[in-house]
């Protein structure tokens, strides 16, 4: 079999998306989907980066487009925590399919990254104490 017949039966890879919403200057939420693996760290980080360079106070990872994630994807979850939290912010993440989060938690993301079942839990859970100390989540 050719390289050009392996292409043809191979499935089509879905692209990785990034969506960032802006919350009243408050909050981003940014949806991740698709898989998230190394080729979409490389793609994704640049966009993710912007988010987490300091503008927004608090950031939620919007995971439940993803459908695949793997150290390179873990990778750019942590390096996103890690520049909200330079910055004095506060992250968390959404994820509800079951694989994406069965390696956040395998991974140890969970404990660093509080996730959420919905948008607004998330929300909620980052904005219910303005007061709070930024490091609270760490």
Request: aromatic share 2%; hydrophobic share 45%.
């Amino acid at each position: 079999m050719d390289d050009e017949q392996t292409e043809q039966q191979m499935p089509a890879r879905p692209a990785p998306s990034v969506r960032v919403q802006d919350w009243a200057g408050e909050l981003a939420v940014v949806e991740l989907g698709g898989e998230l693996d190394l080729l979409a760290a490389i793609a994704l980080g640049s966009a993710v980066d912007q988010v987490t360079g300091g503008f927004w106070p608090r950031v939620v990872l919007d995971l439940r487009t993803a459908d695949f994630i793997d150290a390179g994807g873990l990778g750019l979850l942590v390096r996103a925590r890690r520049r909200t939290h330079a910055h004095g912010g506060r992250m968390a993440a959404v994820a509800t399919e079951r694989s994406v989060l069965r390696i956040l938690h395998a991974s140890g993301v969970a404990r660093l990254i509080p996730l959420a079942g919905s948008v607004p839990d998330a929300v909620a859970r980052l904005t219910a104490d303005r007061t709070a100390d930024p490091t609270a989540d760490r």
